[in-house]
């Protein structure tokens, strides 16, 4: 198991600088210029010459790159060419929010996929199962954005249920106790990570569902009934241990999907996470952060599919992993 | 009876619900209330983040806005935003100025004003400032408005001199609007090449009637008001910009209650949307933009030679005719913008309806195209001459629905008179790498202005801009003699005769054509009294802005 994990790390490791140095080439090799107006306002080209040659860009590719792969090595990631603010800085807190967002929207994801797609096996080819089935085909087939704006323009604008976009209420929520605070945040919260949480309990429930009706006509599950167990402990003890492992397969693909999911559900909301960030950088060519987002991305999606294949070695006593 | 009731056990379902239920009304307890004539949050949807608060290094209109909360200028533009001579300015910090000879003007600073840290405002920060301004280090993309002065000094400690190179009709104009005074003993030991990220550019110190509360990254910016600003109290309390990706998502925040003002709509479709809002009020007021149909008259990558179709004179005048401007501008923003007799927006004082354009005449387009060689000789629909088609691409940013709209609009009405116009959308940041380097052949361009033509013109449209905004590459000498005619005239009635001589002259070498000047449309909670708005800085005068104590909403009497 050790040098089997050794050997999975140094691969994530190789993983993350193939996607620093693609993303840092196509990044310089792409039209556009980072030093620009941001509106419609003349800017002396002398003042754009001068940023460019305090943040480098004056000079060589390879240069920059060799100087961009030290200063990483070090820890730095550098300054943000349209924040003025250190990258890290700003990825610290945008981080959080979206680890927040896509964390409710998984635990919902996968709470709600297991649910509907048990109930669905438990009632197969009833009209509960077919309803849902269709239902699940519907919101997996729909964009993520698209639905976000559905929520938003009805439990938002029209209902006014819940606010149409940030973190918190940013009139009312320092002056709020500690509980107030956390209910701001949780109101918050609700309509992205349900947008999100959504779109992939669908597509879990589906996955859920044939799972275990793969499972329930397995002998064992036979053996169960004809011992005489409640229906409800075959299914939930019995055939559902069985069924998890293809949802356990599902959180390590899940976390990418979200993760780009959220870059739209970020904009929608006005939800000021990763995705934000990283969109707003790219349309301005702000570099630095664009290379640091994307470093963090695919440290993240490593790291979920290695704790996703740990998981699955743990969930599945018949898998063994190479090594061992 | 009661009591003889067997007591279930709570179940985890119903622990859960009832501490939820509390959570939340714990979470509508709020601490204090305020009361009176000072109370009132203000809360702007803005679309983007500021790029910092530091007055001199500013890029960003939504930091400009904020930054102008916190930091004076010496004196400002009034709402006529009449930018020749003294007389329309209001006094800020300075409480009044003199002329000492035609090249020095004397402001004498507001004794009452004060640093929110408590120190006075002197004539060495004014020194301080101009030096600051000027200094290659911070590398302030204001500097440019600076040129003519060639000495900022102080008399003592509240007089403050400024010397000019020469005497113009804008010199008052030059030394006030571009600079905001900073606190020299505050910022005087921050390495000036470093500015733009010292810690002092996102949580600022200034002079203004909001102090700085604070800034959090990505969701809000809050100011509050100066109890003690030497001018006046404001009215309003708080002051919150919410940031939003984009305008849709901003007029959405407006329409649900959860901001109070946006400075432009921009689209009829918003518009409409806020009129049917019960709670929000449109102000119309002058836009500072103006858009065209602009030519590149050099040949794409190859400055040297002219452009194979624009470089006709002839060819753009008769594209020029086969445009129904006033019928785009309707289509697109509705009543809200109009047709400019030149490269102008509405802000400007130059606006002459009476200037001369080519006419929309699309018999005479087609005739003169013909008359340069251009017909359909292979019934295709689409012009050509010595088997060149008369066919070019035009480059609008994605970004832009108005202009990507515009693009549309105008490649049906030049189809109709054999014009092949190829759209290509591209990023807003690669379309400004290729107009700057000329790898285009017709684009749509819009340019926010100052308050003043003079620079905008020059930067532009004369061959001094060429290498700056003079994208075209536009070059007429008369053109550039007479735009140096205007501005250095005294005489308004004058100058403005010879800026409408001016448009006339590129009107009719149509190196492009103007389609659209917008008039701008913000919108505004309906308690908010006494909404001035003007036209160059939309929130200049939030602090004359009032909430009536009746009118007051929750948000309003919050405590921090």
């Known amino acids: 198991m050790a040098t089997w994990l050794v050997r999975r790390v140094a691969a994530s490791l190789a993983i993350v600088f193939a996607v620093v140095t693609f993303t840092f080439l196509l990044l310089h090799l792409a039209p556009g210029e980072p ?16 940023l460019r040659h305090q943040f480098g860009l004056d000079q060589s590719l390879p240069l920059q790159y060799a100087k ?63 309803a849902l089935g269709y239902a699940t085909l519907f919101l997996n087939s729909v964009p993520t954005f698209w639905l976000g704006l559905l929520l938003l323009l009805v439990f938002g604008e029209a209902l006014r249920w819940f606010p149409v976009g940030g973190v918190v209420d940013p009139v009312v929520h320092a002056s709020l106790p500690w509980a107030g605070r956390t209910a701001d945040r949780l109101w918050h919260l609700a309509l992205p990570a349900l947008t999100l949480g959504c779109v992939g309990a669908a597509g879990t429930a589906r996955y859920e569902r044939a799972a275990m009706l793969e499972v329930i006509n397995q002998d064992y599950v036979r053996t169960a009934r004809a011992k005489g167990l409640p229906e409800r402990r075959v299914v939930l003890v019995h055939a559902l241990r069985n069924a998890l492992l293809p949802l356990v397969t599902l959180f390590g693909l899940s976390f990418p999907f979200l993760l780009t999911g959220a870059v739209l559900v970020e904009w929608v909301f006005a939800w000021p996470g990763m995705g934000k960030l990283t969109a707003e950088a790219i349309f301005r060519r702000d570099y630095p952060v664009v290379l640091a987002a994307a470093t963090s991305a695919s440290t993240m999606v490593v790291l979920g599919s290695l704790l996703a294949d740990v998981l699955y070695a743990i969930a599945d006593p018949r898998i063994r992993v190479h090594g061992e | 009876m009661l009591g ?20 939340a009304l714990l979470g509508c307890e709020r601490r204090g209330g305020c009361t009176g004539e000072y109370c009132g949050t203000l809360v702007f949807a803005s679309v983007g983040e500021p790029d910092g608060l530091l007055p001199p290094v500013l890029q960003s209109t939504v930091g400009r806005d904020v930054s102008d909360q916190i930091f004076l200028k010496l004196a400002d533009i009034g709402l006529s935003t009449n930018t020749m001579g003294d007389e329309d300015f209001t006094p800020l910090l300075a409480e009044r100025w003199e002329w000492d000879g035609p090249l020095t003007l004397v402001f004498h600073l507001d004794p009452r004003a004060r640093w929110q840290d408590g120190r006075r405002v002197t004539a060495a920060d004014v020194v301080f400032t101009y030096d600051a301004y000027n200094d290659e280090r911070v590398n302030s993309p204001y500097r440019t408005g600076l040129h003519w002065i060639s000495a900022v000094t102080s008399r003592d400690s509240l007089t403050a001199v400024v010397r000019f190179r020469r005497r113009y009709p804008e010199m008052f104009y030059d030394a006030v609007f571009h600079m905001r005074i900073l606190p020299g003993h505050l910022l005087r030991n921050i390495p000036r090449d470093q500015w733009r990220s010292t810690a002092f550019a996102r949580a600022p110190v200034g002079d203004g009637p909001y102090r700085f509360v604070a800034w959090k990254a990505g969701e809000n910016l809050e100011l509050a008001a100066d109890s003690t600003f030497f001018l006046g109290r404001p009215h309003i309390r708080r002051l919150i910009w919410r940031f939003t990706p984009d305008l849709q998502v901003a007029v959405t925040q407006l329409v649900a209650g959860e901001a109070d003002a946006l400075e432009v709509l921009l689209s009829p479709d918003n518009i409409e949307r806020v009129q049917a809002t019960p709670h929000l009020a449109t102000y119309p007021y002058r836009g500072n933009a103006y858009g065209y149909l602009g030519f590149n008259l050099v040949a794409p990558g190859d400055s040297t030679h002219p452009h194979p179709l624009f470089g006709d004179r002839e060819l753009r005048r008769a594209l020029a005719m086969a445009i129904d401007r006033e019928r785009l501008a309707k289509s697109v923003f509705g009543g809200h913008a109009k047709v400019p007799p030149g490269p102008m927006s509405q802000l400007w004082w130059i606006w002459d309806p009476e200037t001369r354009e080519l006419p929309y005449d699309t018999t005479h387009a087609a005739r003169l195209l013909t008359q340069r060689g251009w017909i359909d000789s292979d019934g295709d629909g689409v012009r050509d001459r010595n088997g060149v088609k008369l066919s070019f691409r035009l480059v609008v940013p994605t970004t832009s629905a108005v202009r990507r709209q515009y693009a549309r609009l105008l490649q049906e009405q030049l189809r109709r008179v054999g014009v092949e116009v190829l759209i290509d959308e591209v990023d807003f940041s690669v379309l400004l790498q290729r107009v700057q380097t000329g790898q285009f052949d017709a684009m749509i361009q819009t340019w926010n202005t100052d308050p003043t033509p003079s620079s905008g013109i020059g930067q532009t449209w004369t ?10 590459r536009y070059i007429n000498p008369a053109f550039d003699q007479l735009v140096e005619q205007a501005t250095a005239s005294f005489d308004r009635a004058q100058a403005r005769r010879t800026w409408r001589r001016a448009m006339e002259l590129l009107n009719q070498d149509a190196p492009a054509v103007f389609l659209f000047a917008p008039e701008n449309v913000a919108a505004i909670h309906r308690r908010i009294a006494d909404v001035a708005i003007r036209p160059d800085s939309w929130w200049a005068l939030v602090r004359t802005w009032r909430i009536p104590p009746d009118r007051m909403i929750d948000r309003d009497r919050v405590e921090r």
């Open chain 2, 4 to 23: 003889a009731m067997p007591i279930a056990p709570f179940s985890p379902r119903t622990t859960a619900l009832t501490s939820l239920l509390c959570l």
């Open chain 1, 68 to 130: 961009y792969l030290g200063a990483l090595a070090h820890g730095q990631l550098g300054e943000s060419f349209a924040l003025h603010r250190p990258v890290a800085d700003a990825l610290g807190d945008a981080i959080p929010n979206t680890l927040v967002l896509v964390g409710t929207a998984l635990v919902l994801e996968l709470l709600l996929g297991l649910a509907f797609g048990v109930y669905q096996a438990a009632r197969a080819r009833r009209l509960p199962d077919v």
């Open chain 1, 35 to 50: 030093f620009l107006p941001s509106g419609d306002t003349p800017i002396d080209p002398a003042v754009v010459a001068r």
């Open chain 2, 463 to 472: 061959q001094g801009g060429v290498g700056r905004s003079n994208y075209l």
